[in-house]
């Protein structure tokens, strides 16, 4: 059995976008800033998470490869 799907026109298109903009909640100046602060925070940390885990996979790797030689 197959199912036929009901065609939009451009119209009906256009005025369902409309609809759904109207929906659209934008966020306060505040909100956006302390989301830009947490974002840039989130980013700190993670770059300092990478930066010790990059640098105790070198001294382990140095350290083996010391061994071997």
């Known amino acids: 059995?197959?199912?036929?799907?009901?065609r939009t026109t451009v119209l009906?298109?256009?005025s369902q976008v409309r609809a759904e903009a109207r929906k659209i909640v934008w966020p306060s100046r505040k909100e956006t800033w302390i989301t830009s602060v947490m974002v840039f925070i989130m980013v700190a940390l993670a770059s300092l998470f990478f930066l010790?885990?990059?640098?105790g996979l070198t001294m382990f790797t140095r350290w083996l490869l010391a061994l071997g030689s």
């Open 52 to 55: 010790a885990v990059d640098w």
């Open 12 to 14: 009906q298109f256009i």
């Open 1 to 6: 059995m197959q199912l036929r799907q009901k």
